[in-house]
């Protein structure tokens, strides 16, 4: 099961992430909940409390930043678990994703928050 809660500074939606990321409604509701924040400048996806990711889950990451750069948003995926982090860099795709940490993604909303 995956649970969505959403936060939204000025022109940024957050979409923290609990539970698993794969194949059925998990990966609908992901999608859908990404989609709903089309509009805005910048929507960041917060892996921090996803524990399991397979790999219809991986190619909905693919597949929502390829979204992104076709509606003109910037999507990124922040704090990776340990687990999901190891996979991303077994696939190579934590090359291909913008991913950030806390720190630097933080400095973001804020910047967006007061823009």
């Known amino acids: 099961m995956l649970r969505i809660r959403t936060d939204h500074f000025a022109d940024t939606a957050i979409l923290h992430c609990f539970g698993r990321i794969v194949a059925g409604t998990e990966i609908d509701s992901l999608k859908d909940a990404v989609a709903r924040e089309a509009d805005k400048r910048l929507v960041v996806v917060d892996l921090s409390g996803v524990d399991a990711i397979d790999a219809r889950g ?49 400095g973001k909303f804020s910047a967006h928050a007061s823009a």
């Open 58 to 106: 991986l190619g909905l990451l693919v597949f929502l930043q390829a979204l992104g750069c076709a509606l003109g948003f910037d999507l990124e995926f922040t704090n990776p678990t340990s687990r999901v982090g190891q996979l991303l860099d077994l696939t190579r795709l934590d090359s291909v994703l913008e991913i950030t940490n806390s720190e630097r993604a933080e």
